[in-house]
């Protein structure tokens, strides 16, 4: 995945796990599992400098897991393909 010119994050690093959403839906709220979560791992990747690494924990430390998983969802679209991107383009920004 292309985070900009100089950051490329390898597509084996970026996991997505898959779960109900919450709220309203419809008759398929309680049987779809449409809610993408994504889990990167920010302390082992080997794409990011150094300085950008820690720049990144510091500022996004409440987003971090103890085993160093960035984590990030939506939930926004009643279909899986639909929520990844908005998790993408969340890691982008």
């Not at 971090?64 to 982008?92: F, T």
Request: charged share 25%; hydrophobic share 30%; glycine share 4%.
């Amino acid at each position: 995945m292309l985070i900009d010119d100089s950051i490329t994050i390898p597509d084996e690093e970026l996991k997505f796990t898959f779960s109900r959403s919450s709220g309203p839906g419809g008759q398929n709220v309680n049987k779809v599992n449409s809610k993408a979560t994504l889990h990167w791992n920010v302390v082992e990747t080997l794409c990011l400098p150094e300085d950008v690494r820690q720049r990144f924990r510091t500022q996004f430390k409440t987003r971090i897991s103890q085993a160093g998983d960035v984590v990030l969802y939506s939930q926004q679209y009643r279909d899986q393909p639909k929520n990844v991107e908005p998790c993408l383009e969340q890691l982008r920004a």
